[in-house]
Structure formats: C-alpha cells, structure tokens
C-alpha cells in the first residue's frame, strides 16, 4: 500500500511554470511505475506523463512534450512535474498515480491515486 500527496499546484500566468511534487508513503516509490494524469472541468481525466520505477523509460502526451518534465527521487521517495511554458489548456486538476505494472499510460493500469492538486493557467 503506498499514499500520495501532491503539492504544487496554483496561479500562473501563460508560459510561466510550476513543479508539481508527489510525496509518497507506505512501501517505497521505487516499487511503482509514477504517472501524472490531470482532469479538466467537464472533461475525462489524461494521461500526461509517466516513468518507470528507475527512471529509465518516460512517455508523455503529445500535449505537453517538450514543454513538461517528469523525474523522481526515490531516495526522496518523491516524484515531480516540471512544467514550462504554460498554456491556458493545461488548466486542471493534476493527478499522480502509482502503478505495479513496469511502465503504463492507462489510468486503469494505476492502483494508487493522489487527491489532486489544482492548477489554473491565466491570460
């Protein structure tokens, strides 16, 4: 069993950036593959990025690559999103999930889920 927080979220402004932070709990990150997903009003919760449990394969979105980072720090046993150059579509709710699968993208594949934390992209 593993819980996650993230912290992070807020305001910016277009183009500026935020990092987001999973901290996790319970057994050891490295255990997981770690995925940031994120959910829009009136929208279906996405796939954003994901790494596997050593950091040796990422994916991302088409959306955001190039412009969003993910990493981790298992000795921290804390994941992270870097996310530069922010649009005002990236505004949502942004989810990390952990998954006992090696390296998935499919929110059914995770079996832990973070509370969300929000970010609001202004013009």
């Known amino acids: 069993q593993v819980q996650l927080v993230e912290s992070g979220g807020g305001l910016v402004q277009a183009g500026g950036s935020l990092r987001l932070s999973c901290a996790t709990s319970?057994?050891?990150?490295?255990?997981?593959?770690m995925g940031w997903f994120r959910q829009a009003p009136g929208k279906e919760r996405e796939f954003v990025a994901a790494?596997?449990?050593?950091?040796?394969?990422?994916y991302y979105a088409d959306s955001v690559k190039g412009r969003f980072t993910i990493s981790r720090d298992n000795a921290k046993n804390t994941v992270y999103l870097q996310m530069n150059s922010l649009k005002l579509e990236d505004t949502a709710v942004y989810y990390c999930?952990?998954?006992?699968?090696?390296?998935?993208?499919?929110?059914?594949?995770?079996?832990?889920w973070g509370q969300g934390t929000q970010v609001i992209v202004s013009s």
């Open positions: 999930a952990g998954s006992f699968y090696y390296m998935v993208q499919s929110p059914d594949k995770f079996q832990y």
């Open positions: 319970g057994r050891t990150v490295s255990s997981y593959a």
């Open positions: 790494i596997s449990r050593e950091g040796a394969s990422i």
